[in-house]
């Protein structure tokens, strides 16, 4: 029996969040983290992990598959020459969502999602420049 097994609908119709989530997915892969809600990036996780499991293996079905997901050229580009070959060892598990507190306007719990190694290349960085 396969109880509860769903998603979480973000009070939002299905174009509608599709939208968001892709949204949200292409700030995450452009930038590295982002903040957002905790159910918001919940969906995300799941969602991103599976563009990512998909851009380790880099060929044209792959990238047509990831551009019906990420319109943008540039981004969908990073993901796979930047992003993805890091994660090609690891089974899953590419992101981390931190909990930063509550938001002042409404108490919504907030978070920061972030790639896991992308920490490790931060302070890599920060080594080297000082």
């Given at each position: ?16 969040r599709r939208a968001l989530l892709k949204n949200l997915a292409t700030s995450l892969i452009m930038h590295g983290k982002i903040q957002t809600t ?93």
């Open positions: 029996m396969n109880n509860k097994t769903g998603f979480n609908r973000l009070g939002r119709n299905a174009s509608h905790q159910a918001k990036a919940k969906e995300l996780r799941s969602f991103v992990e599976k563009l990512v499991t998909r851009a380790r293996v880099d060929s044209v079905h792959n990238r047509r598959m990831v551009a019906r997901v990420i319109t943008e050229k540039d981004v969908a580009k990073k993901l796979f020459t930047e992003v993805a070959p890091r994660y090609v060892g690891r089974p899953g598990g590419y992101t981390r969502i931190v909990k930063i507190g509550q938001r002042r306007g409404d108490a919504s719990e907030m978070v920061v999602i972030e790639f896991v190694d992308a920490v490790a290349d931060n302070k890599k960085e920060a080594n080297i420049a000082g």
